[in-house]
């Protein structure tokens, strides 16, 4: 079936240098993506999405990038802090399925 | 608090009893889904509904499983006999049209 699947389960990164979490898709009908974090024992909080319209999404700190052509997307995440430690979660969504299908997941921990 | 709230946080029950849990979701909301997901895994998609049509179940959600949204509004999952493998962190999620879903704490299921 369809599945969104991560390159890296656990990914370790210095305080403060940039972070890059990658996520492969394989639905090509997919035309909406989402970036959650999870804390341990809490739900999956919403960071950023985009569109499939979309190449390039920037927030506070964050920024998501889609390439179709490979079916990849990325989540950079500047500054990376303590408070980043979490695993996180790409979602994708394709009209009409009714459900946002999700990976195993990249666990970030963010070294001091 | 205007987010997505579950009730209760956390279930012990014995094998083969009953269990009912309720989601509240963002009251703007016609969207609302349910996921499970166990350690170290993405969530899975149970099922969806749009108002209180129930329009997508997974394979994952047996006979069992039911859920409901009677009026369009909260939702509850039920699990009859319960069985080990049912432990889990169920999450119920909603969203408006178009937009992106948001998901409660979940709700910690443990089946002894």
């Known amino acids: 079936g369809e599945s969104v699947g991560l390159h890296l389960p656990t990914l370790s990164v210095q305080e403060g240098d940039n972070s890059i979490i990658n996520c492969a898709y394989s639905n090509s009908a997919s035309d909406y993506f989402i970036w959650y974090k999870q804390e341990s024992g809490k739900g999956p909080q919403f960071i950023i999405d985009?569109?499939?319209?979309?190449d390039k999404r920037q927030g506070q700190r964050v920024t998501v990038l889609l390439n179709k052509t490979v079916k990849h997307l990325s989540l950079q995440i500047a500054a990376t802090q303590p408070g980043d430690s979490a695993v996180y979660f790409c979602a994708e969504y394709a009209q009409g399925t009714y459900k946002y299908i999700f990976g195993t997941g990249t666990r970030l921990k963010v070294l001091a | 608090d205007t987010g997505v709230s579950q009730n209760p946080r956390h279930k012990i029950t014995k094998r083969g009893q009953n269990v009912t849990f309720r989601c509240d979701p963002i009251?703007?909301?016609?969207?609302l889904y349910w996921y499970r997901q166990t350690l170290g895994q993405g969530p899975e998609f149970l099922t969806y509904?749009?108002?209180?049509?129930?329009?997508?179940k997974s394979r994952l959600l047996s006979d069992r499983f039911s859920a409901e949204r009677p009026k369009g509004s909260f939702s509850t999952l039920e699990i009859q006999r319960t069985e080990q493998g049912d432990s889990a962190m169920y999450l119920c999620a909603s969203s408006g049209q178009n937009t992106e879903a948001f998901f409660g704490q979940g709700t910690r299921l443990t089946v002894v």
């Open positions: 009251s703007e909301h016609n969207r």
């Open positions: 985009i569109r499939s319209n979309m």
């Open positions: 509904f749009q108002n209180e049509a129930q329009l997508e």
